[in-house]
């Protein structure tokens, strides 16, 4: 079972730009594995961001964030980033990073729109202002 611990949220300005990271722990050392963003605004149902297999190119974005986030993988091979720009009011939520050793490829990128993971981060914030 992964841990994972999500940093890196605020409050900006629309138009303003945030990186949010994700440490997971819990991987056998140099494992690929599956990672993915949700968010959940307060009153909304939870909704994917971004996700993909660390050991593929391939990337999962929701159409809401396509051309304005990027999710990567850090040197360090268990931290994973969410770049944000360009950020709209809209995007202010609970951002959530989640992972599983198990899923691969293209079964991962499904699994970034569904959710269905069962190692989850406690959250971080992100409020942008108008």
């Known amino acids: 079972t992964q841990v994972l611990e999500e940093s890196g949220g605020g409050s900006v300005q629309a138009g303003g730009s945030l990186r949010l990271s994700c440490r997971v722990s819990?991987?056998?050392?140099?494992?690929?594995?599956?990672v993915a963003w949700f968010r959940q605004a307060p009153g909304k149902e939870r909704e994917s961001v971004a996700g993909?297999?660390?050991?593929?190119?391939?990337?999962y974005s929701h159409d809401s964030v396509k051309g304005r986030f990027t999710v990567s993988q850090g040197s360090a091979k268990n931290i994973i980033y969410l770049e944000m720009t360009n950020l709209k009011p809209e995007d202010s939520a609970m951002y959530y990073c989640?992972?599983?050793?198990?899923?691969?490829?293209?079964?991962?990128?499904?699994?970034?729109?569904?959710?269905?993971?069962?190692?989850w981060g406690q959250g971080t914030i992100v409020t942008v202002a108008s």
């Open positions: 989640a992972a599983h050793a198990q899923y691969r490829d293209l079964y991962c990128l499904l699994k970034a729109r569904t959710g269905d993971f069962l190692s």
């Open positions: 819990g991987l056998a050392i140099n494992a690929e594995y599956c």
């Open positions: 993909f297999y660390t050991g593929s190119d391939k990337i």
